[in-house]
């Protein structure tokens, strides 16, 4: 039991040093459906604080030259409300993952600034393990005796020695396919 303390205690921790702002951190559960009010009339008004907090950080006007602060603050307001009802109505017990492919297919033209915010959001690291696996295989790879190795030729090695199974079941189950 120890044990199971010490390590949801690091992890509060990590997250808390990852995210300094916990109110940012609060205000991302809005972009998740299953966290909604299941009744309309709470649906009408729910979200529109945090939805202010996330356009805060991640709107055009505040980075403007990061090519994912696309986010226009106006539009986003006035499209929060019939994505809301859309999703709702149609999507409510989706998973995220699901729901994803069917909003980009769907109300890309109708909702951009939502979904571009929700890209965003959903594409912050929460752990930087992955990046951590990434270093160390190209320690493996690139050696004190390889230094004069190029670039070009390290990220083809390190691509090699990439597990694609698991992407390529994914890819696979994402839609029906056909492998010739």
């Known amino acids: 039991m120890v044990d199971i303390c010490e390590f949801a205690s690091s992890i509060i921790v990590e997250i808390k040093e990852r995210f300094p702002n916990p109110k940012l951190l609060s205000a991302m559960k809005i972009l998740n459906p299953q966290e909604w009010p299941k ?9 529109e604080l945090e939805l202010e907090e996330l356009v805060s950080v991640y709107g055009k006007k505040y980075l403007p030259d990061y090519p994912l602060g696309l986010i226009d603050s106006v539009a986003v307001q006035e499209e929060w409300f019939g994505f809301k009802i859309v999703v709702h109505s149609n999507y409510q017990d989706l998973a995220i993952d699901d729901l994803f492919p069917l ?14 915010l ?11 393990v992955d990046c951590e696996r990434g270093f160390s295989k190209q320690n493996i790879i690139k050696t004190d005796l390889c230094t004069a190795m190029e670039n070009d030729r390290l ?10 199974r698991d992407a390529l079941s994914k890819f696979l189950e994402s839609k029906n396919r056909r492998m010739k």
């Open 39 to 47: 009744d309309k009339e709470s649906l009408m008004f729910y979200g």
């Open 155 to 164: 990220h083809l090695l390190l691509m090699v020695g990439y597990d694609f």
């Open 118 to 128: 929700m890209e965003i959001v959903y594409s912050i690291p929460f752990s930087s």
């Open 103 to 116: 909003l980009y297919d769907n109300y890309l033209d109708s909702y951009p600034n939502i979904l571009k």
